[in-house]
């Protein structure tokens, strides 16, 4: 199966570069705008190094832990086509995490290459631990972090079991990822106040947590954020579970 999804993909290979060479320049004009302010003597509670060292990192993190199963799974509820799934075997979501899986190969592929380019002008102020141990929290944080959005793309997906269109539930959803995972924003460089709220929100353990794992020093800190985080994903997995099983009881096949 992935071996047919990474087939589908390659069709559409002029795409795939121009689609990650978006996702670096966000990371970049804000690492512009921030070295620009440091330079002109702004104070952010992070280090340069932080800073830059993040934002080289983010468009990969963002495409690794990211999902697009949320409205795929809601068509294929409305139009019946999930009929065909619920008669094999295998579980109902396979071919939505094969493609997932797939086509974050095909990105990657593309992407590390233009964030090499990127990194190459601020290569002084890189600071990437040595430990393999990091780099092994930091691929855990980052499995972790795609389990999570799955499961709340098939939370928002199954709502289709019961609403006929979900699109409106999917788009704030993925702002509220979008502004509370430091996608865009470092977490570290929000307001000291929104601290509370900003360490027990799940979509920080989406994006910054798994960037934290390789830039925390805290040993303590990084601990609790794995329990944190694995207890989002457990939440997301049951959420998805429990939406998932009811919503089938109610479905009622091509046409529904």
């Known amino acids: 199966m992935l071996r047919q999804e990474a087939r589908l993909i ?7 570069p121009a689609m990650q060479a978006s996702v670096v320049t966000v990371p970049l004009i804000s690492l512009l705008v921030w070295r620009g302010a440091v330079a002109h003597g702004a104070e952010p509670p992070v ?42 075997p295998c579980s109902t979501h ?38 393999p141990g ?3 929290l930091f691929a855990w944080a980052l499995a972790m972090g795609a389990a999570m959005t799955f499961s709340l793309d098939v939370v928002v997906g199954s709502l289709a079991f019961w609403w006929q269109d979900v699109t409106a539930v999917d788009r704030f959803r993925h702002l509220a990822t979008l502004f509370l995972s430091g996608a865009v924003v470092p977490l570290a460089v929000m307001p000291a106040d929104w601290g509370p709220f900003l360490r027990t929100q799940p979509f920080g353990y989406v994006v910054a947590f798994p960037i934290r794992t390789l830039l925390e020093p805290d040993a303590a800190d990084l601990r609790a954020g794995v ?9 997301a997995l049951a959420a998805a579970r429990v939406v998932w099983v009811r919503g089938l009881r109610r479905y009622h096949g091509a046409g529904a």
């Open 94 to 131: 396979l071919a939505a995490a094969a493609n997932n899986v797939a086509e974050k190969v095909a990105k990657l592929a593309v992407l590390l290459p233009l964030v090499v380019v990127l990194a190459i002008p601020f290569h002084d102020d890189l600071d990437l631990p040595a430990h």
């Open 47 to 88: 280090t340069r190094d932080y800073l830059t060292t993040y934002l080289v990192l983010v468009s990969v993190v963002t495409t690794l832990t990211s999902s697009w199963t949320a409205k795929f799974l809601a068509e294929s509820i409305r139009s019946g086509r999930l009929d065909a799934w619920l008669v094999r």
């Open 227 to 235: 329990a944190a985080q694995a207890a989002w994903v457990v939440l």
């Open 134 to 136: 990091r780099w092994l």
């Open 10 to 16: 390659a069709q559409y290979r002029w795409w795939l």
